[in-house]
Nanobody, 121 residues
Framework: QVQLVESGGGLVQAGGSLRLSCAASGSIFSINAMGWYRQVPGKQRELVVDITTGGSTNYAEAVKGRFTISRDNAKNTVYLQMNNLKPEDTAVYYC???????????????WGRGTQVTVSS
């Protein structure tokens, strides 16, 4: 019913930058909070940053000062600008969105399928 598609991942050298995008489509009445998570083998998926409709943000300490989240509500899209990348940032990055469907009084959480980010040392 709702699809989230990430793009922009790739291979970069340490100190480089990438910009990830995540576009939501489908039967959407509105989207509340959106966010980025990442996961590496042997670890649980962890929060990178999330953002409310009004623009309030919550960053993980590991990325604070290096990553910036933004969103375009008209396009149902969230972005993650990643600067000064480090090898420990290597992970599959997933976006999510809390979606309100027409006629319902609660949100449903949707996840994208992820995009690989690899940072070489």
């Amino acid at each position: 019913q709702v699809q989230l598609v990430e793009s922009g991942g790739g291979l970069v050298q340490a100190g480089g930058s990438l910009r990830l995008s995540c576009a939501a489509s489908g039967s959407i009445f509105s989207i509340n909070a959106m966010g980025w998570y990442r996961q590496v083998p042997g670890k649980q998926r962890e929060l990178v940053v999330d953002i409310t409709t009004g623009g309030s943000t919550n960053y993980a300490e590991a990325v604070k000062g290096r990553f910036t989240i933004s969103r375009d509500n008209a396009k149902n899209t969230v972005y993650l600008q990643m600067n000064n990348l480090k090898p420990e940032d290597t992970a599959v990055y997933y976006c999510n969105a809390n979606v309100r469907h027409m006629g319902l009084s609660y949100d449903q959480l949707y996840w994208g399928r992820g995009t690989q980010v690899t940072v070489s040392s």
